[in-house]
């Protein structure tokens, strides 16, 4: 494991290119991986998750060639036969798979790391139970026997992860008879499943949303459309380097940015004015300077769980105490993301509070008035790393350890932040 000590800046000034989208390009490769005939992905994230992604589903007999540049995919569902797969801390591509080994001829075990095995997938699995799929345990390691995906009604959780829901609307098109899926629960971070229903419409499949996305109904029995796709720039990503702008008062341009995106994570623009940044929108790249003195917000991140880590940083160099709502869900991912947020900002001198559905954030103002340096232990989390390494722009003697882990979803990040 790498230490890497941050330098700071007294202004953070760059244009640098978006990566492309993480959610984006993992929804492209599952879609071509099912489509009949070949696909091409221009512009792909290929980082950790996405890597991981290729090896499982050419081991389900897809056929990928992949550069920095495209994707190819000769895809299609008859082509899928069991297999055992390792999904690592990737749990879209977990629980993509637990559906998609439903479709796939004879026996799948879908696997990963230790705290894969802690996140939660027994909604899914329960989910496709009631719609004929063969699927055995409600933790990782699953055991899925196929094909069997009849179709009809389920009804599947939506409090814990959205990528539950899209992992049933990937598959539900192929099911022997129509499907209903009834949400339950509420449903976090619904943009994403807007990029879901977006993907399936590029790849030619019909889906209906009832009752503002209550339920949805999906006719089986369709084929998914080998088509040719480019990825956008990812707003998730680009998030820290505007709060690098934000918190040291500097500028960056950040181009590959789609105006029209459907990522919810664009939400971040419009909190950032909030605080008293200037934004400036164009069709294809975002301006962000900062402020002087930043204000502390009040938000609710239900929809936007991968904003708190940023935001959090923000609020970090604000002049009053913010408040970020609606991060329960944060324990499930990568890591306990709010536990890991509070050592990390404790850690620097900053105070935080968790409460049963909100993150208190004391601002120490733009002179970060009682921060300093120290060793940060990310917890294998890429938007933990990133987060507090933004800090770090800020205030003297960061370190980040296991700096590597970045590369789940940024490789270059470090380079692109001057670090």
């Known amino acids: 494991m790498t230490t890497l000590e941050i330098k700071p800046v007294k202004e953070f000034d760059r244009v640098l290119r978006a990566p492309p989208s993480k959610a984006v390009t993992l929804r492209a490769l599952f879609a071509a991986s099912i489509a009949e005939g070949e696909s091409v992905i221009r512009n792909p994230l290929l980082a950790q998750d996405q890597m991981l992604a290729i090896r499982a589903l050419r081991a389900l007999g897809a056929s990928i060639d992949a550069n920095e540049n495209e994707v190819h995919v000769q895809g299609g569902a008859t082509r899928l036969h069991g297999a055992r797969l390792h999904a690592g801390n990737s749990g879209f591509s977990a629980r993509m798979l637990t559906s998609l080994c439903a479709l796939a001829r004879g026996e799948s ?21 009631e719609l004929g799929a063969r699927v055995e345990g409600d933790a990782f390691p699953l055991r899925v026997l196929g094909p069997s995906l009849e179709g009809g009604e389920c009804v599947v959780e939506g409090s814990d992860s959205s990528q539950f829901l899209s992992s049933l609307l990937f598959v539900a098109p192929l099911a022997a008879r129509d499907v209903k899926i009834r949400v339950a ?48 720039g990812d707003y998730s990503s680009a998030a820290f380097f505007f709060v690098a702008a934000a918190v040291t008062g500097g500028r960056v341009i950040v181009e590959g940015l789609r105006g029209d995106s459907k990522q919810g994570d664009k939400a971040f623009l419009d909190f950032i004015e909030r605080m008293g940044c200037s934004v400036k929108r164009s069709e294809n790249a975002i301006e962000v300077v900062g402020a002087s003195e930043l204000a502390p917000i009040d938000v609710e991140l239900s929809d936007f769980p991968d904003l708190a880590m940023p935001l959090t940083v923000a609020a970090l160099f604000a002049s009053g105490k913010s408040v970020l709502r609606g991060v329960e869900h944060l324990r499930l991912k990568e890591s306990d993301r709010l536990a890991a947020l509070c050592e990390g900002i404790s850690a620097i001198g900053g105070r935080v509070e968790v409460n049963s559905n909100s993150l208190v ?14 060793l940060i232990n990310p917890k294998n989390d890429h938007r933990i790393a990133m987060a507090l390494s933004v800090a770090g722009l800020k205030v003297a003697g960061v370190k980040i350890n296991d700096s590597e882990c970045v590369g789940k979803s940024f490789p270059n990040f470090f380079k692109e932040l001057g670090a």
């Open 185 to 232: 629960d509420g449903l976090v971070s619904r943009p994403y499943i807007d990029l879901t229903l977006d993907c399936l419409r590029e790849f030619g499949v019909r889906v209906k949303s009832v009752g503002a996305g209550a339920s949805f109904f999906v006719e089986g029995q369709q084929e998914f459309e080998a088509c040719e796709l480019a990825v956008e």
């Open 109 to 129: 075990v879908i696997d990963g790391s230790a705290r894969l095995r802690e996140r939660p997938v027994a909604g899914l699995a329960r989910a496709l139970r």
């Open 361 to 374: 954030i004391e601002g120490a103002g733009s002179a970060g008035r009682n921060l300093h340096g120290a």
